[in-house]
């Protein structure tokens, strides 16, 4: 599953080789690619042919492409295994092409979405009211993550205090903050040396800007890494970014020895996923929450 990391590295890809560019047709090779847009392939296709693309957007780990003038946005899911590529027309078709964007210009590069499973898609939706940026009102929901410039830190850091959670629980609420997956929570949350079951509302404004501190280092970490691809002319996601085999510190290392005390890091089972941390840098709270 592509963090956001991965996620702003394609839409640097989009917006540099897609941005601007005119449809001039659209084939649906896979019904289940566009099942999110229920008029269904050819209505999908028609609403996009003759429409230019707008730079591509992002909030959290969704991407999507305005369409100039139109108050319409393409929304791209590519869930476990999507990836949107911009590929020479002449490259032979990958085994798993699902969509084929055409453009009208001589650019001679089309945007292709492929996807071995099939969970994500493609599919076009009105824009969220009173947004700027074209935000699809499906994900009206999502709040801004981190890195984006109009992240509000003090009301990020008051909500905390108010909501009777705990802080993993917090960072992965879409609601609150989007785009940190578990991954990047198990990283900045060692960095931060917080235990993931520490209620929020023990958290001192310090202690709250710290974390946030920690989780942006991470992701631009992920970020520097991951978007020394992305100049050329192949956007991926796969949800690898290089990041993950060199740079973690927690997530993946039960049983190896903590990079800042040496103490065996331990895993834990939570909420259907894992936790990994230090059990002598990232002390559980006292009281169970
Ligand atoms: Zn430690």
Request: glycine fraction near 8%; proline fraction near 7%.
């Given at each position: 599953?592509?963090?956001?990391?991965?996620?702003?590295?394609?839409?640097?890809?989009?917006?540099?080789?897609?941005?601007?560019?005119?449809?001039?047709?659209v084939?649906?090779?896979?019904?289940?690619?566009?099942?999110?847009?229920?008029a269904?392939g050819?209505?999908?296709?028609?609403?996009?042919?003759?429409?230019?693309?707008e730079?591509?957007?992002?909030?959290?780990?969704?991407?999507?492409?305005?369409?100039?003038?139109?108050?319409?946005?393409?929304?791209?899911?590519?869930?476990?295994?999507?990836?949107?590529?911009?590929?020479p027309?002449?490259?032979?078709?990958?085994?798993?092409?699902?969509?084929?964007?055409?453009?009208?210009?001589?650019a001679g590069?089309?945007?292709?979405?492929?996807?071995?499973?099939t969970?994500?898609?493609?599919?076009?939706?009105?824009?969220?009211?009173?947004?700027?940026?074209g935000?699809?009102?499906?994900?009206?929901h999502?709040?801004?993550?981190?890195l984006?410039?109009?992240?509000?830190d003090?009301?990020?850091?008051?909500?905390?205090?108010?909501?009777?959670?705990?802080?993993?629980?917090?960072?992965l609420?879409?609601?609150l903050?989007?785009?940190?997956?578990n991954?990047?929570?198990?990283?900045?949350?060692w960095?931060?040396?917080?235990?993931?079951?520490?209620?929020?509302?023990?958290l001192?404004?310090?202690?709250?800007a710290?974390?946030?501190g920690?989780?942006?280092?991470?992701?631009?970490?992920?970020?520097?890494?991951?978007g020394?691809?992305?100049?050329?002319?192949?956007?991926n996601?796969?949800?690898?970014?290089?990041?993950?085999?060199?740079?973690l510190?927690?997530?993946g290392?039960?049983?190896?020895?903590?990079?800042?005390?040496?103490?065996?890091?331990?895993?834990?089972?939570?909420?259907?996923?894992?936790?990994?941390?230090?059990?002598?840098?990232q002390?559980?709270?006292?009281?169970s929450?």
């Open positions: 599953m592509p963090e956001l990391p991965e996620v702003e590295v394609v839409r640097r890809g989009l917006e540099r080789w897609v941005a601007g560019r005119t449809v001039a047709g084939e649906v090779l896979h019904p289940r690619a566009v099942r999110r847009h229920p269904g050819a209505d999908f296709a028609a609403r996009l042919t003759g429409r230019r693309f730079p591509a957007r992002r909030r959290g780990k969704y991407l999507w492409l305005p369409l100039a003038d139109t108050g319409t946005s393409v929304l791209g899911h590519l869930g476990m295994s999507g990836q949107l590529l911009v590929q027309e002449a490259a032979p078709d990958e085994k798993h092409l699902r969509i084929r964007i055409r453009f009208d210009d001589a590069t089309e945007l292709r979405f492929v996807d071995q499973r969970f994500g898609g493609l599919s076009l939706h009105d824009t969220a009211p009173d947004s700027a940026d935000l699809p009102d499906v994900i009206g999502i709040a801004r993550d981190p984006d410039p109009a992240f509000d003090a009301a990020f850091q008051a909500a905390l205090r108010l909501r009777r959670t705990t802080i993993k629980r917090a960072l609420d879409q609601s903050i989007s785009g940190v997956g991954i990047y929570a198990d990283e900045a949350l960095r931060a040396r917080l235990h993931y079951d520490r209620p929020t509302a023990t001192t404004r310090p202690r709250s710290e974390l946030l920690h989780v942006r280092d991470v992701m631009n970490a992920a970020l520097a890494a991951g020394t691809s992305f100049d050329s002319l192949y956007v996601v796969n949800g690898e970014s290089g990041y993950f085999d060199r740079s510190d927690a997530y290392r039960e049983d190896e020895p903590c990079r800042r005390c040496g103490t065996p890091m331990r895993r834990r089972a939570w909420m259907n996923r894992s936790s990994y941390f230090c059990p002598r840098c002390r559980p709270p006292r009281v929450p």
